[in-house]
């Protein structure tokens, strides 16, 4: 499969904890996004990178959110004292020139 | 920023019916509009897009129409099926430096195509 993957696929952890997910674009996209999905809503912007600079960030990411994209590749978003409201599934999507995007299967976060 | 409008709901057809969804959204900036199907528990994937600089794009059993004009776009779906249920949703972007980012999304429409 030559998507854009994701790791894990769910993920359960106790409030304030914390949390680490992974990203893995289409090997040939240079753009990398993350976006937050919850139940019954459409996915909201969080944080965007072309190759390893991060260029934009939504106001929805706190300072508890942080995502690295070190080598260009792949990306790691973390989130430090989980809340209950993070709970959401969170996507991966990638793109390269005017492609559209790829979204991942994303991570499942359940906080308890 | 953006905010994308989408309607309705849900939606209800039967085998063979024509579906259509509609959109508003209130950025001018806007000029990519793409529209995802997103299966349960899956990844939202593209079924088709439009960009400013037409009105109608067609693909098979599905078209997008867009009025800049009047800021909204619609999807149509010609001779539903059981398997084209799904959740779709609506979003729109502004183009920065020739591409497309930071999807604006609407709240998504239930589509269940009926035997």
């Known amino acids: 499969d030559t998507g854009v993957s994701q790791d894990p696929r769910h993920k359960i952890t106790k409030r304030g904890q914390n949390v680490t997910f992974r990203c893995d674009p289409i090997s040939e996209h240079n753009r990398l996004y993350w976006y937050r999905q919850t139940l019954g809503q459409g996915p909201e912007f969080l944080t965007y990178f072309q190759n390893e600079a991060q260029l934009e960030k939504s106001r929805l990411l706190s300072d508890r959110f942080s995502a690295e994209r070190p080598k260009g590749s792949f990306s790691t978003l973390e989130i430090q004292r989980t809340e209950q409201g993070d709970s959401a599934m969170y996507l991966c999507?990638?793109?390269?020139?005017?492609?559209?995007?790829?979204f991942g299967n994303g991570t499942r976060l359940t906080v308890t | 920023g953006e905010n994308v409008e989408q309607h309705p709901s849900t939606l209800s057809v039967q085998e063979g019916d024509s579906a259509v969804i509609k959109c508003t959204y209130s950025d001018s900036a806007s000029n990519y509009f793409p529209w995802y199907k997103q299966e349960l528990g899956k990844r939202p994937q593209l079924i088709i897009d439009i960009r400013s600089n037409v009105g109608e794009k067609k693909d098979q059993r599905i078209a997008v129409t867009l009025n800049k004009t009047a800021k909204h776009f619609s999807l149509h779906i010609t001779e539903t099926q059981p398997e084209d249920s799904a959740v779709y949703f609506c979003a729109a972007s502004p183009n920065s430096g020739g591409s497309n980012y930071k999807l604006t999304f609407g709240k998504g429409t239930l589509l269940t195509v009926n035997p």
């Open positions: 999507a990638s793109s390269s020139g005017r492609s559209p995007l790829h």
